[in-house]
């Protein structure tokens, strides 16, 4: 990692996705080119960043061929915490003196608020329950448009019988960082039990004081949240065998990244009812679309599905913004925070 050049006394500063969050003003001087989006090609991202010496992206990763095209870059502001994309080619950052910032826990309650949120969505059926007393989404014929009015109730719609309130959910969190613990607070606050997963494969004495072994609590939970970072120890946490294992009364819900689980094992859980309902926030290649993700396809049972919004609120913005600023100040003034590497 690198400090700013004591001899570089003005910056050009090239954000390539305003379209996530305003950019605020820095003290240092500068000059900013700004782009709404910009496609995640190296073709495209070289062209606007030739001349930047700090980049600051969300989601379009910058990599080593970017990077050896753009020899003024000194430090990149990735504006989230993931950054799995980083910790892949560490080295060629390292190599290059380039600095990488992030920032982190800027999303942490809006995010646990959305899995809360996308729990409801589940359990209740609601986009479900919306189509059917609309007619949305029923294909041409709309035979089942009017079932609400002829059978003047839905209630039949809950297969497995009638939801379960939150004083009887089993929740088990897969991933007990920030979000993982916002979510068990919010979780008891509302009367659930909670069960915290030990890490997948840990035995005996390597489950730690307060968690349950990962197999256990999948088997026990009426609902399971995934907010676990996405690395190659937790890609496919969930698949066939673990959804296989589940209560078939449960809900699970995704708000960490997509491959975590297995989006063709969740279909699959969905249509054959090994499980009662699933609700994603990420996706196994984003934006999905339709022809490629499973889950687009028709007729998946209670699936619903949200476009990576989880992080999104007022104060996700102000902390992303404040975060930036102090990254960057500090950057420029040889006091790094929040270093990535």
Known sequence: MATGDPNQTHHHIVCLEECHCPIPPFSFPHTYTGYDSTPP??????????????????????????????????????????????????AAFQARGVTVINCPGANVGTVSEHAIALYFAARRKVVALHNLVTGSGLGTSGDESNEYAEKRTLVHRFEGGPPHTTQQEVLAIIGYGAVGKRIETVARALGMQVLIAERKGAMGMQVREGRVGFETAVQRATVV???????EETVGLIGEEELQAMRRDAVVVNVARGGIVEERALVRALREGWIAGAAVDVFDGEPPVRGQSVLLEDNVPNL?????????????????QDLLVEGLEGYIEGNLVNVVC
């Not at 990599?63 to 994309?85: F, K, N, S, Y």
Request: proline share 7%; with cysteine; aromatic share 4%.
């Open 304 to 320: 619903t599905l949200s476009p990576h919004i989880a992080w999104f609120s007022e104060s996700t913005i102000r902390n992303l």
């Open 225 to 231: 949240i995934v907010a676990a970072a996405k690395s």
């Open 41 to 90: 090609s190296a073709p495209a991202l070289i062209s606007a960043l030739h001349d930047a010496t700090i980049a600051i992206t969300t989601i379009v990763p910058i990599t080593p061929d970017v990077l050896q095209a753009c020899p003024r870059l000194q430090c990149i502001v990735v504006m989230a915490t993931g950054v799995e994309w980083v910790h892949e080619h560490s």
